[in-house]
């Protein structure tokens, strides 16, 4: 059966889950040091706690906990942010302590990385800059 698209239908990514090892340490980081929102946090059972943290400006929230996710702790590459001024993004990351690269510039702008305690890479993106 065919596929067919719905005039005005919107498909919007809203929440991604990011597998870490804990779950404590892992909202200290996201919400004090990267500074992100914690919007919610609700532990349902031992199995299952739902924790969802939002970067500032964001449409798009990161979910991390209990029973979330099946993958490894670290496992997640890649999730990238985009800022108006990677200079000032860097700084504040860094001024947060965030271990954050130097600016590099390449196609598609500037560019600095971090990691997550457990090892799930950022790209934070200044597509203006170069």
Not at 6 to 17: N, R, W
Not at 101 to 121: K, M
Request: charged fraction near 20%; aromatic fraction near 6%.
């Amino acid at each position: 059966m065919a596929v067919r698209n719905v005039p005005g239908m919107d498909f919007k990514l809203e929440l991604v889950p990011v597998p870490v090892s804990d779950v404590d340490r892992a909202i200290t980081f996201y919400r004090d040091k990267v500074g992100f929102t914690l919007d919610h946090d609700h532990t349902v059972s031992a199995e299952l706690r739902f924790v969802q943290l939002t970067p500032p400006g964001s449409a798009c929230s990161i979910a991390t906990g209990v029973g979330i996710v099946d993958s490894a702790p670290g496992s997640l590459r890649g999730l990238q942010l985009v800022v108006s001024d990677i200079h000032a993004a860097r700084g504040e990351l860094a001024g947060r302590g965030v271990e954050v690269s130097e600016v590099t510039a390449g196609p598609g702008g500037a560019f600095v990385y971090f990691a997550d305690p457990d090892g799930n890479t950022w790209t934070v993106q200044d597509p203006r800059a170069s």
